[in-house]
């Protein structure tokens, strides 16, 4: 794996080589990436492996007519193929009045934001054996757990390069430490498994191996003897293990593609209220140890804090350059991508801020509800907003969970749910996408 310098001494001459080849504009993507993880089952390591891999990605652009091409081979004669190749591709490819690099006043300058996510702690495959099995060993420790689907750990590293021939040159080196187990409990025809997991930036940050794997044994012997429920419409609180979900599937109707080809059922509500007053959706690339954070885009534009929804209206579509130029506006900086193709437009670090309420105020005048924990299936329509998915979690009868409810749906429409969603104060950021416990009144509840 080469170091953002040397990544960036590659692109450099990729770049070159493009221009020499014909191109009027190019870019260039270095990804390179490594990790071990180890696996254990009932006390016994399962697996040990290491995966590495790196591979550049060049763009190339002839007029309107563009190409991608990318190669594994990091030698400077291959990515000089790699370059020739991809203008030949382009000059056959048919002409796209948005294609194009990012505008270049638009570029991110000067010295970068330091944003802490690479973190130097050497973890040895040893040490992340002995983690695996101190998790397991606490999920395993839980009265009625009965069996184990394993525990794992890991370690990795990343490093990412992006250079354009309009002079943007960027990388970045970031680590990500993760741990988890997965057991079950009961015996017979009642069995139930549940599972705990948390990954960090930094080691120091991730919990610790009796905190997730007493978490996971506790999760799974709380669903034991779930309930049938009747189908009948009720309030839904997603609890914060689900809960940012739905934030995906706003961010999936509010891309710049979306927009652009008029497949989204939000695709008329730019500037209107889509959430309650006083709740909003944060995209925060700049987080210090963000698991998502970043300096720069996918295209070299500065990153930049958004309030994707502030006090409940809409504020902007996620664009890309492309995406932008369609749409007759300008990139907003949250274009992302791989190495074997162009930009699309994304998040990075989301969340969901502005509730008020605790997860007992939510619930305190629910008669009947349900409380869902985890959700199955991708039943989403991105034209319309209907919305429905296989379920699982707690009844809430009289202000209080009672018992674990399995194999029921939850439908509804997006729009709806949106407009009437309540958030509690719970909010935690432990993933790439996080918001509090919700509560949407209303839903159909299909059970036997």
Same mark, same amino acid.
């Given at each position: 794996m080469?170091?953002?310098?040397?990544?960036?001494?590659?692109?450099?001459?990729?770049? #070159?080589?493009?221009?020499?080849?014909?191109?009027?504009?190019?870019?260039?993507?270095?990804?390179?990436?490594?990790?071990?993880?180890?696996?254990?089952?009932?006390?016994?390591l399962?697996?040990?492996?290491?995966?590495?891999?790196?591979?550049?990605? $060049?763009?190339?652009?002839?007029?309107?007519?563009?190409?991608?091409?990318?190669?594994?081979?990091?030698?400077?004669?291959?990515?000089?193929?790699?370059?020739?190749?991809?203008?030949a591709?382009?000059?056959?490819?048919?002409?796209?009045? +948005?294609?194009?690099?990012?505008?270049?006043d638009?570029l991110?300058?000067?010295?970068?934001?330091?944003?802490?996510?690479?973190?130097?702690?050497?973890?040895?495959?040893?040490?992340?054996?002995?983690? #695996?099995?101190?998790?397991?060993?606490? #999920?395993?420790?839980?009265p009625?757990?009965?069996?184990?689907?394993?525990?794992?750990a890991?370690?990795?590293?990343v490093?990412?390069?992006?250079?354009?021939s309009?002079?943007?040159?960027?990388?970045k080196?970031?680590?990500?430490?993760?741990?988890?187990?997965?057991?079950?409990?009961?015996?017979?025809?009642?069995?139930?498994?549940?599972?705990?997991?948390?990954?960090?930036?930094?080691?120091?940050?991730?919990?610790?191996?009796e905190?997730?794997?007493?978490?996971?044994?506790?999760?799974?012997?709380?669903?034991?003897?779930?309930?049938?429920?009747?189908?009948?419409?009720?309030?839904v609180? +997603?609890?914060?293990?689900?809960s940012?979900?739905?934030?995906?599937?706003?961010?999936?109707?509010i891309?710049?593609?979306?927009?652009?080809?008029?497949?989204?059922?939000?695709?008329?509500?730019?500037?209107?209220?889509?959430?309650?007053?006083?709740?909003?959706?944060?995209?925060?690339?700049l987080?210090?140890r963000?698991?998502?954070?970043?300096? +720069?885009? /996918?295209?070299g534009?500065?990153?930049?804090?958004?309030?994707? $929804?502030?006090?409940?209206?809409?504020?902007?579509?996620?664009?890309d350059?492309?995406?932008?130029?369609?749409?007759?506006?300008?990139p907003?900086?949250?274009?992302?991508?791989?190495?074997?193709?162009?930009?699309?437009?994304?998040?990075?670090n989301?969340?969901?801020?502005?509730?008020?309420?605790?997860?007992?105020?939510?619930?305190?005048?629910?008669?009947q509800g349900?409380?869902?924990?985890?959700l199955?299936?991708? /039943?989403?329509?991105?034209?319309?907003?209907?919305y429905?998915?296989?379920?699982?979690?707690?009844?809430?009868?009289n202000?209080? $969970?009672?018992?674990?409810?399995?194999?029921?749906?939850?439908?509804?429409?997006? $729009?709806?749910? +949106?407009?009437?969603m309540?958030?509690?104060?719970?909010?935690?950021?432990?993933?790439?996408?996080?918001?509090p416990?919700?509560r949407?009144?209303?839903?159909?509840?299909?059970?036997?």
């Amino acid at each position: 794996m080469l170091s953002p310098a040397d990544a960036l001494t590659r692109l450099d001459a990729a770049l #070159a080589a493009a221009r020499t080849a014909g191109a009027d504009a190019a870019d260039a993507l270095y990804v390179g990436d490594g990790a071990t993880s180890v696996s254990v089952r009932l006390g016994q390591l399962e697996d040990i492996g290491r995966a590495e891999g790196e591979e550049v990605g $060049i763009r190339v652009f002839v007029g309107q007519r563009s190409a991608s091409v990318s190669s594994s081979d990091l030698t400077p004669a291959a990515l000089k193929e790699a370059a020739e190749r991809a203008v030949a591709m382009a000059r056959l490819a048919p002409e796209d009045p +948005f294609a194009g690099l990012a505008p270049e006043d638009r570029l991110a300058k000067g010295p970068l934001p330091e944003l802490d996510v690479d973190d130097p702690t050497e973890v040895s495959a040893t040490t992340l054996k002995e983690r #695996a099995l101190a998790c397991e060993d606490a #999920a395993r420790a839980i009265p009625g757990i009965t069996n184990s689907e394993g525990a794992g750990a890991s370690a990795g590293t990343v490093v990412m390069a992006l250079a354009t021939s309009t002079g943007f040159r960027g990388g970045k080196r970031s680590t990500s430490h993760g741990l988890s187990a997965s057991v079950v409990a009961g015996t017979g025809s009642d069995m139930q498994r549940d599972y705990a997991w948390h990954s960090a930036r930094y080691l120091a940050d991730v919990e610790s191996a009796e905190e997730i794997g007493a978490r996971a044994g506790r999760r799974a012997v709380e669903r034991l003897h779930p309930l049938k429920l009747a189908s009948a419409q009720m309030p839904v609180l +997603f609890d914060p293990r689900v809960s940012a979900s739905l934030l995906g599937h706003l961010v999936g109707a509010i891309t710049g593609s979306a927009i652009a080809r008029g497949t989204s059922f939000l695709k008329d509500r730019l500037g209107q209220q889509i959430l309650p007053a006083g709740l909003s959706i944060i995209d925060d690339p700049l987080r210090p140890r963000g698991l998502r954070s970043r300096a +720069f885009d /996918g295209e070299g534009l500065a990153a930049v804090r958004t309030a994707i $929804i502030a006090d409940g209206v809409l504020t902007t579509w996620l664009m890309d350059a492309a995406s932008a130029r369609q749409l007759g506006l300008a990139p907003t900086g949250h274009a992302s991508r791989g190495t074997s193709g162009p930009p699309g437009a994304g998040t990075t670090n989301l969340h969901l801020e502005g509730g008020t309420a605790t997860p007992a105020e939510l619930m305190a005048d629910i008669k009947q509800g349900v409380l869902v924990t985890e959700l199955i299936g991708m /039943g989403v329509n991105g034209l319309t907003g209907d919305y429905s998915r296989g379920a699982s979690g707690y009844l809430i009868e009289n202000g209080q $969970i009672t018992r674990p409810v399995a194999e029921i749906t939850i439908a509804g429409n997006l $729009i709806d749910m +949106f407009a009437n969603m309540i958030a509690g104060n719970d909010l935690a950021f432990r993933h790439a996408s996080n918001a509090p416990t919700l509560r949407v009144d209303g839903m159909m509840v299909a059970g036997s």
